[in-house]
């Protein structure tokens, strides 16, 4: 049976009073939907003395998204607000459709793209398009809050650059220029809860119909995402939709990924799904460009 070791609760309700807890309380965990959590709990992976719960501090629950100004959104918000947010899908589309493939409903009804992000999974699903839409995150402890690129925050395979008493408040998103186009993509085994073999994100700013500059960002190649160098030197420069850079764009993509084989998939297949969700999404991109 999976009884959990046990830990004391906290469930602050300001901002203040979790930061309190976690400046004060040593070996805690913090708890948002628990997705990930409570099966590392259940499986007595961690054994934390003190768990706090920050679903109830309104600053990780805020939602604002204006026009000319971009979104902020609290890190307790769920991958099911992201995933039928209307605004969110119409400014944001890669992220929201992303945030809408993780598990399944039940899964992005508790779930929180904070949680997704601190997890910190090499095949998480939303880091690669907040990556492309170049969002950033607030961090906040007792004594001051940071600014960091989402960029930087996954360091490895479950690290990520939170410091001891530090919880993520909130991602930024800026607001994209009519001519920034973003597509995510993803293979899976098949039409269930399964982790990605990879996913992908692929974000082309336009100047007319010439390529003016790009990015690529692939999860489950790596410990960590990987940002493309050699995608957007290959696409710089070059008209939207052309089949030869097209390829290139894809082949280049390939020689930069060095996948491991496991029981979803073998390295070798993984390359290949690299080099065909490149082709995909840059065919998306076109098309919604025309
Ligand atoms: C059946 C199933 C299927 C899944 N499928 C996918 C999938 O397809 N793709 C995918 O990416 N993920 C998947 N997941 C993982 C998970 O659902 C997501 O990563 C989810 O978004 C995690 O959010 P959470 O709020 O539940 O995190 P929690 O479990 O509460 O926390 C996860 C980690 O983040 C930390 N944390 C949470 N909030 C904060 C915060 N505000 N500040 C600092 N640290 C914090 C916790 O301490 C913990 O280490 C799946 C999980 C399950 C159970």
Not at 3 to 25: G, M, Q, S
Not at 117 to 123: H, K, M, R
Not at 190 to 219: H, P, Q, W, Y
Not at 260 to 283: N, P
């Amino acid at each position: 049976m999976n009884i959990l070791t046990p830990f004391e609760y906290y469930r602050p309700e300001t901002l203040d009073e979790a930061l309190e807890l976690l400046a004060t309380k040593e070996d805690y965990k913090i708890l948002a939907g628990g997705t990930d959590l409570m099966i590392q709990l259940k499986e007595k992976m961690i054994h934390p003395a003190n768990i706090i719960d920050v679903t109830q501090i309104p600053e990780l629950n805020e939602f604002a998204i204006k026009d000319g100004e971009g979104a902020v959104i609290g890190g307790c918000t769920t991958d099911a607000f992201c995933e039928f947010s209307k605004e969110l899908r119409d400014k944001y589309p890669a992220f929201s459709i992303a945030a809408g493939e993780i598990g399944g409903p039940q899964v992005r009804e508790m779930g929180t793209i904070a949680g997704n992000l601190a997890n910190s999974g090499p095949s998480a699903e939303t880091p690669s398009s907040l990556i492309c839409y170049d969002a950033k995150m607030t961090l906040a402890k007792k004594g001051g809050e940071r600014v960091v690129d989402v960029k930087d925050f996954i360091t490895g395979n479950r690290r990520n650059i939170l410091e001891e008493g530090e919880l993520i408040k909130n991602i930024i998103l800026p607001e994209p220029a009519a001519t920034t186009h973003v597509k995510y993509g993803y293979v899976a085994m098949r039409r269930m809860m399964e982790i990605d073999i990879v996913n992908m994100s692929i974000r082309v700013d336009l100047d007319g119909d010439t390529i003016k500059d790009a990015k690529c960002v692939m999860g489950s190649v790596a410990i960590r995402p990987l940002i493309s160098e050699k995608v957007p030197e290959v696409l710089k420069g070059t008209k939207i939709g052309d089949e030869a850079v097209i390829a290139k764009a894809a082949e280049a993509a390939q020689s930069e990924v060095h996948p491991i084989s496991d029981i979803r998939a073998t390295a070798e297949y993984r390359v290949d799904v690299v080099g065909a969700l490149v082709r995909k999404l840059l065919r998306e991109i076109a098309a919604e460009a025309k």
